[in-house]
């Protein structure tokens, strides 16, 4: 295996914590044990969680109004392996890569592969990008894509579609996501339901190209750069197109995709209900799709999606099988730093919604008791639980403490050599 970080290094960094994880660990053993919770079972789950680097996060995200990019950036998609590869091995908790198309494309997909497989990593989800032109596009995406009123236009973002179902093929991944930004920003600009039934009929025929063991994940967003309608503008347009599509079609709820205040953890609830939901993109907003670190503005919000996670796992809901994938905007962080962390923080609330007394919850449901089923909930979301996540990393060969292994590695300033800045960077963000 490749490992972009000396194992050395690492062991010696966590030979200065590992009595102190060992102590704490204990310790939290024997308060669950009380609550009735083997701590060696939170451990395994804990440990078989996985969640998706998106292959354009690593790179310096951006505003509408400029980008400062960073020093060491990736230049291209195997040097964004590479930082995928120092996520993993430290964090141990994000096993596969989502790649962005036109964005990675390369001339050998079969050495890419290799390429990760000796990083560790397997491949996710693939993305299209019918929301910005590329450069020598026949055609222009500026008033739409896969629902644009020139059929040309919407043949040849079906085409690019079915351009990434071929590559993931190459590469082992077993789904495409699909996000659009078409819609309108002035009142009759577009005619709402045509526009929808082109969309219906555009990845009807992206539908036809997927592989029997493929899904097809559907993304929407409440807005931008759509202002005024989006076309796939909340999870019941979602819903309406997966369901029209077939079984293999279901919908990605993208966390900071949403109005103001809206109820996410339901939408989870729902979809779930309907055999719909395909999985997560995970990150943080507090005005609207500000794709923040995952956790570091709602950690509640956050549990208590995870709670209906968790909830239909225990249940054994029939079809459920979420992806989970992080996509975020680093714009002031060392994107590696962050992805870090965010995984962390998705594996740590994982865990808190595991120790969730579920027998004692649904007592409290239905006897309508409503103050000791929150209580419930906060208790699992109170509990710290950093000592499960450091044996899980140390267990694995990874980092007690990933963040300052890191940064005493100077990973990111042998990349600052190695990678001279370049023009543009390493592609934009979802």
Known sequence: MTNPIDSGLIAAHNDKLARHVRHD?????????RRGIDIELVREQTAAFGVAIPSWGVGTGGTRFARFPGVGEPRNVFDKLSDCGVIQQLARATPTVSLHIPWDRCS????????????GLAFDAMNSNTFSDQKGQAKSYKFGSLTHSD???????IEHNLECIAIGEQLGSKALTVWVGDGSNFPGQQHFR???D???ESTQQIYAGLPADWRMFLEHKICEPAFYATVIQDWGSSYLAANALGP???CLVDLGHHAPNVNIEMIVARLIAAGKLAGFHFNDSKYGDDDLDAGSVAPYRLFLVFN???AAAHEKVKGFEPAYMLDQSHNVTDPIESLMVSAEQVQRTYAQALIVDRAALDAAQDANDALVATRLLKRGFETDVTPILQRVRQDAGGAIDPVGAYRASGYRQRMAEQRPAVAGGSGGIV
């Open 25 to 33: 660990y204990e310790h939290l053993g024997e308060q669950l044990a």
């Open 308 to 310: 209906e996670l968790v």
């Open 194 to 196: 045509r526009a929808f």
């Open 248 to 250: 293999k079609a279901q």
């Open 151 to 157: 059929g040309a236009v919407r043949a040849q973002a």
């Open 198 to 200: 082109r969309y219906l």
């Open 108 to 119: 050998d997909y079969t050495e890419m592969r290799e390429i990760a497989k000796g990083y």
